[in-house]
């Protein structure tokens, strides 16, 4: 039986509302799971990024001409995501302090490899049905705006398969064709080749996933190879069953909310929302509903309406050529100087200093096993400070320290889910505080990063000046 486009799209929405909501409770948990339905049962649909931020993109499309620039996007992100979370809160950072939308992608973005991006493939996908070029194009410029190639990558390679899927491809062709749009050695594409190369192999599924875990696991639940390879595992075990399919990508674990609704969206877009059973889309319902970090546009109160919005506007955008020759277009080297929030700190036991601002350390300061650096304050504040490194670290604020980290922590440097202990809260006067940290290692190669944030958990700077642009909303 044919499927309209109208289904399809409206299967698309309430997929990825279904698979949102079923992997939200599981989310950072990279065991294998055992759900077999919503646990808890949900009476509707939470707030979800993977959705959210979509919604602020058919905004933008809304109210823009034939075509986006990355401006377009950074404007987006300043005035309507206020979400600090991971590559999130890095975007926002680097657009508050100046750096240029070509450059706030990979500029200091320890989760430039996040899933952030693959999330939001959807919307292009069903503005260019059966235009995978035109899906690919939307979709790489969305994602730099908060992510580097694998993000990218990942974003891109969904673009392209749902396109191809909302089209009337079948989901294994759509794999298949997709991955000619993303570098073929970049670890998004190999780990898509190495669940490809089992399923192929007819390697059971529980098996296949230990081979993907074994070659792709990171400390970060979020890193997009591992969890877009985890993707298209539950859509081939899956074999075109919706139930099955989202059941595997919850249980695979790791990023779920954002596997499952993936799967969950590709599968609508195939099956049409007839195809989708109702024993997963009667518990939650019709509405959406936006957490408090979207602000600003008109969010569809539906996903009737979210799919008629959709429909309206396909066709508005011009049609984009797309090129391999994209991958290899690198963004201008960036400098720190003139920067807001850029401070001067000294690395121990040297006289020349170095530029830094927050997160991950300069090399020389690794180097030299820690800095020294001036914290000026013009009132009482409130601070969460964080301190992580894997061979170990300690703090020091006016000779006194505040935090110590043990080493062997995992390596995750998000202010709001860093592991226990390497956070602290810190309160200082008006003035001037002398801040040490201390690294037991002179490895140069070694991960260490500090953090200075707002109580919100937004990244804030060591300057009694504040960013041209504030962090004041809600986390």
């Known amino acids: 039986m044919e499927i309209s486009l109208k289904k399809r799209i409206l299967g698309c929405w309430l997929g990825k509302s279904i698979g949102g909501t079923l992997g939200i409770p599981a989310e950072g948990r990279m065991e294998r799971l055992h759900f077999s339905f919503y646990d808890p049962i949900p009476v509707t649909a939470p707030p979800n990024d993977d959705l959210e931020l979509q919604l602020v993109w058919l905004h933008l499309v809304e109210s823009a001409g034939a075509t986006l620039t990355q401006g377009d996007f950074a404007r987006a992100w300043r005035d309507h995501i206020h979400y600090m979370w991971d590559e999130y809160g890095r975007c926002r950072w680097n657009l508050r302090r100046g750096v240029p939308a070509e450059c706030v992608g990979s500029f200091e973005n320890p989760f430039h490899a996040g899933m952030g991006s693959p999330i939001r493939s959807e919307i292009w996908a069903c503005l260019f049905v059966g235009d995978p070029e035109s899906a690919a194009h939307y979709a790489a410029m969305d994602a730099s705006l908060d992510h580097g190639i694998e993000g990218i990558a990942g974003e891109v390679f969904f ?9 009337g491809c079948v989901v294994r062709e759509a794999i298949l064709s997709a991955q000619g749009y993303i570098p073929e050695q970049c670890e998004t594409a190999r780990a898509i080749r190495l669940v490809e190369r089992d399923f192929e192999s007819k390697v059971e599924p529980w098996e296949a996933r230990e081979h993907l875990i074994a070659a792709h696991h ?21 074999k075109d069953d919706f139930e099955t399919t989202i059941l595997l990508a919850v249980n695979g674990g790791y990023d779920t909310d954002c596997t499952a609704a993936t799967a969950g969206a590709t599968l609508g877009l195939f099956l049409g929302s007839e195809g989708i059973p109702q024993k997963w889309s009667t518990p939650i319902g019709d509405r959406i509903f936006i957490g408090p970090g979207i602000q600003g ?7 009737q309406e979210l799919t008629d919005r959709t429909m309206a506007l396909i066709g508005k955008m011009d049609r984009q050529p797309w090129s391999h020759d994209a991958w290899n277009a690198l963004p201008p080297p960036m400098e720190l100087t003139g920067l807001p929030g850029t401070i001067s700190i000294g690395p121990l036991g040297q006289v020349k200093e170095v530029l830094w601002a927050n997160g991950e350390l300069p090399r020389e300061v690794k180097a030299a096993g820690g800095a020294i650096w001036e914290w000026e304050v013009d009132r009482n504040v409130d601070r969460e400070l964080m301190c992580l490194a894997t061979e170990g670290a300690e703090i020091w604020i006016d000779d006194e320290v505040a935090l110590c980290c043990p080493p062997g922590l995992p390596y995750v440097p998000a202010p709001h889910r860093c592991p226990q202990g390497s956070r602290v809260m810190v309160s200082v006067s008006p003035g001037k505080h002398r801040v040490r940290v201390e690294l037991p ?9 500090v953090l200075l944030t707002y109580p919100n958990f937004h990244l804030c700077p060591w300057t009694a000046d504040e960013l041209p642009t504030a962090a004041e909303l809600p986390a």
Do not use: R
Not at 159 to 167: D, K, N, R
Not at 443 to 449: E, K, R, T, V
């Open 218 to 238: 990171s400390d970060n639940f979020t890193h997009a190879p591992l969890n877009v390879a985890l993707t298209v595992w539950a859509l081939l075990y899956g």
């Open 297 to 303: 546009i008109s969010a569809p109160l539906t996903v």
């Open 159 to 167: 673009a392209v398969m749902q396109s191809l899927v909302a089209e």
């Open 441 to 449: 290692s002179t490895n140069p190669a070694q991960q260490a990063s």
